[in-house]
T-cell receptor, first 116, second 113 residues
Framework: GENVEQHPSTLSVQEGDSAVIKCTYSDSASNYFPWYKQELGKGPQLIIDIRSNVGEKKDQRIAVTLNKTAKHFSLHITETQPEDSAVYFCAASMEGVRGGADGLTFGKGTHLIIQP | GAVVSQHPSWVICKSGTSVKIECRSLDFQATTMFWYRQFPKQSLMLMATSNEGSKATYEQGVEKDKFLINHASLTLSTLTVTSAHPEDSSFYIC?????????FGPGTRLTVT
């Protein structure tokens, strides 16, 4: 099955600086890569996603890049703010391979700390 | 994004009893819902895929007789933890969506004493 590795496990950056979280996946058939933000005691919130036919996607301060050849994808957050502090998870799935949605395989998470 | 709710948000039960958790998609119909489990400071692990009108598909290592899933309608899936034990204490989260995008519920904290 799919295996997703995520680094770093903890990332501390100064407010206003950029943060980068990286993930690799093992199954070349995976074609959907979302990123989730989870605050303590809450469910994950989808913040951005990318499909394998696209190399980069941006939404305001958040961007995701995908390198299919190397099987890795990254989350970039610019101009970080205190409210960005949370645990971030990357995930992968094979969208539509079995005729519909597939469950997600998650990375282990990155605890992002924004220092004021 | 789509809204998914869960009930209850937290529950405490005694060892040996059963607990039912509900997952509802509030503003869309979901033919497929997913159940995940998350232990403290760990990642989410897929437990099973819930398909409306048919049997759930369980991931390897998840006991289907212990974690009963029912997806009776396009907006409701339930997870019943039968004969719960302390090691079943965890954060249970459902999600719904289609063609990749999944929206998660707020989670249910289960504590078995």
């Amino acid at each position: 099955g799919e295996n997703v590795e995520q680094h770093p496990s903890t990332l501390s950056v100064q407010e206003g600086d950029s943060a980068v979280i990286k993930c690799t996946y093992s199954d070349s058939a995976s074609n959907y890569f979302p990123w989730y933000k989870q605050e303590l005691g809450k469910g994950p919130q989808l913040i951005i996603d990318i499909r394998s036919n696209v190399g980069e996607k941006k939404d305001q301060r958040i961007a995701v890049t995908l390198n299919k050849t190397a099987k890795h994808f990254s989350l970039h957050i610019t101009e970080t703010q205190p409210e960005d502090s949370a645990v971030y998870f990357c995930a992968a799935s094979m969208e539509g391979v079995r005729g519909g949605a597939d469950g997600l395989t998650f990375g282990k998470g990155t605890h992002l700390i924004i220092q004021p | 994004g789509a809204v998914v709710s869960q009930h209850p948000s937290w529950v405490i039960c005694k060892s040996g009893t059963s607990v039912k958790i509900e997952c509802r998609s509030l503003d869309f119909q979901a033919t497929t819902m997913f159940w995940y489990r998350q232990f403290p400071k760990q990642s989410l692990m897929l437990m099973a895929t819930s398909n409306e009108g048919s049997k759930a598909t369980y991931e390897q290592g998840v006991e289907k007789d212990k974690f009963l899933i029912n997806h009776a309608s396009l907006t409701l899936s339930t997870l019943t933890v039968t004969s719960a034990h302390p090691e079943d204490s965890s954060f249970y989260i459902c999600s719904a969506g289609g063609w990749g995008e999944q929206y998660f519920g707020p989670g249910t904290r289960l504590t078995v004493t």
